[in-house]
């Protein structure tokens, strides 16, 4: 088993989760990566199967105007 450092706010909330899961910092922790970890492999291999060309496909079926006064940066 490995040890990892988090920021002492970041560890406060993972207690604070634990305590309420009644499950112990590590199991969390872990959990909580496992998770995150298995969502980026699926957004990964959804992102593979695109293309730019699919992209530039379906922005080139946006209409080209100003954006509305609110929606400017």
Do not use: C, F, T
């Not at 970890?37 to 992102?47: E, F, G, P, T, V």
């Amino acid at each position: 088993m490995r040890s990892i450092q988090l920021p002492d706010d970041v560890y406060q909330r993972a207690v604070e989760l634990a305590e309420a899961d009644q499950v112990s910092v590590d199991r969390l922790v872990a959990a909580i990566v496992n998770e995150r970890a298995s969502d980026w492999a699926k957004l990964q291999a959804r992102a593979a199967r695109g293309s730019l060309d699919k992209l530039h496909g379906v922005l080139a079926k946006v209409r080209d105007i100003a954006p509305e006064p609110s929606d400017r940066l």
